[in-house]
T-cell receptor
Framework: DAGVIQSPRHEVTEMGQEVTLRCKPI?????LFWYRQTMMRGLELLIY????????DSGMPEDRFSAKMPNASFSTLKIQPSEPRDSAVYFC??????????????FGPGTRLTVL | AQSVAQPEDQVNVAEGNPLTVKCTYS??????LFWYVQYPNRGLQFLLK??????LVKGSYGFEAEFNKSQTSFHLKKPSALVSDSALYFC???????????FGKGTRLSVIA
């Protein structure tokens, strides 16, 4: 299994530009999570989906952030417009929840976003 | 609300010595506890979990963790540290239902040769 796939691995953009981060979860996983990691705030849960439906987006910092999951094998996190304070590493994670709710989450390698 | 505390930002230990990375939790109901490790420029990797049963849980790379209900702790341990164990370690907890994990802020472990 290829694991959780994220793209791009690195993104450098200028303030005001739109940024789209992509995630392909592990096949068969029915939960998908988006996290943000910074030195100051640690690992923060932004939003998570179950069966492609957003369940809790209370961690999304502002309306500039949006996430979609059009099908079971793809999700996007979009920031528009981007700001320097959005610079962070963004992780996607997935897990199987339908058969055993105590399964661990599997993380992707992350996307390092730098907004200049 | 569930929460996790990792009281140490940094732990230093000499290679070959035992190591402990501390974690305490707060959750209503039975806790489900996890440890993850993050190597530089990588995503988090699952190490071990406690769901029920034996309080001593064994995981990957020789790590183990002890669940202590009275002290609400789930400390990560290894009898003999390796330089390659140097990484960022996260404790996480989940309460009842199929809710997401809540992560601690992480503890940076440095193993010195």
């Amino acid at each position: 299994d290829a694991g959780v796939i994220q793209s791009p691995r690195h993104e450098v953009t200028e303030m005001g530009q739109e940024v789209t981060l992509r995630c392909k979860p592990i096949s068969g996983h029915d939960y998908l999570f988006w996290y943000r990691q910074t030195m100051m705030r640690g690992l923060e849960l932004l939003i998570y989906f179950n069966n492609n439906v957003p369940i809790d987006d209370s961690g999304m910092p502002e309306d500039r952030f949006s996430a979609k999951m059009p099908n079971a094998s793809f999700s996007t996190l979009k920031i528009q417009p981007s700001e320097p304070r959005d610079s962070a590493v963004y992780f996607c994670a997935s897990k199987v929840g339908r058969d055993y709710i105590y399964n661990e989450q599997f993380f992707g390698p992350g996307t390092r976003l730098t907004v200049l | 609300a569930q929460s996790v505390a990792q009281p140490e930002d940094q732990v230093n230990v000499a290679e070959g010595n035992p190591l402990t990375v501390k974690c305490t939790y707060s959750v209503s109901g039975n806790p489900y506890l996890f440890w993850y490790v993050q190597y530089p420029n990588r995503g988090l990797q699952f190490l071990l979990k406690y769901i029920t049963g034996d309080n001593l849980v064994k995981g990957s790379y020789g790590f183990e963790a002890e669940f202590n209900k009275s002290q609400t702790s789930f400390h990560l341990k290894k009898p003999s540290a390796l330089v390659s164990d140097s990484a960022l370690y996260f404790c996480a907890v989940r309460g009842r239902g199929n809710t997401p994990l809540v992560f601690g802020k992480g503890t940076r472990l440095s193993v010195i040769a």
